[in-house]
Nanobody, 119 residues
């Protein structure tokens, strides 16, 4: 059973940075497609970005391109979301997710970590 646990959220001023972590158990992160999503109060869940299996590539939603970056540390079995130049509109609960072993739909979710950006 795959389990995901996010950490690293907090309160930061606009223009600041945070790095979120997603610790993975039950499968090797190097073989996994991993995504980050967020949900702001009163809004639907939004795709933030993802890293493909075996580090073929990453992609991001337009609003975070050039500011956010996803990476993974295979030795720690952890995926990261580095967030720079944060804006108040980045305030949300952030979730990491992964697919089933050979599927493409996001199936497993962490509990989320709150990011609040003050202006």
């Amino acid at each position: 059973q795959v389990q995901l646990a996010e950490s690293g959220g907090g309160l930061v001023q606009a223009g600041g940075s945070l790095r979120l972590s997603c610790a993975v158990s039950g499968r090797f992160v190097s073989t996994m497609k991993m995504g980050w999503f967020r949900r702001a109060p009163g809004k639907e869940r939004e795709f933030v970005g993802e890293i493909s299996r075996n580090d073929v590539g990453t992609r991001y939603t337009d609003s975070v391109k050039g500011r956010f970056a996803i990476s993974r540390d295979n030795a720690k079995n952890t995926v990261y979301l580095q967030m720079n130049s944060l804006k108040p509109e980045d305030t949300a609960a952030y979730y990491c997710s992964t697919t089933s072993r050979f599927g493409d739909q996001y199936t497993y979710w962490g509990q989320g970590t709150q990011v609040t950006v003050s202006s």
